[in-house]
């Protein structure tokens, strides 16, 4: 069973990955708008859907997950940074996809 999930912003022109169908399913009720983003099963569904090869290397594939220990609201996966908001947790995404 797939226990990853793949979306696409279409306004930021960046991929997520959750790793988690718990964590999918919450960022999917505090973010769900069909007209932004596009879901996928597999990260080469959504490599086929936007005629693009993406990054394979997940130990560089961050992504901003729901934080599941308290310390702060969101985290960057898989290097567990927190923060107390998803915008302080974006700008963080930005500085490590520019390294």
């Known amino acids: 069973m797939n226990s990853k999930f793949y979306i696409y912003d279409h306004d930021k022109e960046e991929a997520l990955m959750v790793k988690d169908k718990g964590d999918f399913m919450s960022w999917l009720n505090d973010h769900a708008d069909k007209d932004r983003y596009s879901f996928f099963s ?3 569904k959504m490599e086929s859907y936007l005629g693009k090869v993406l990054e394979k290397d997940e130990e560089n594939f961050f992504s901003i997950v729901p934080c599941k220990n308290g310390v702060g609201e969101w985290e960057i996966s898989p290097i567990h940074e927190t923060f107390d908001t998803r915008e302080e947790a974006e700008k963080r995404l ?6």
Not at 94 to 99: F, G, H, P, T, V
């Open 42 to 44: 597999t990260q080469e």
């Open 94 to 99: 930005r500085e490590l996809k520019d390294e």
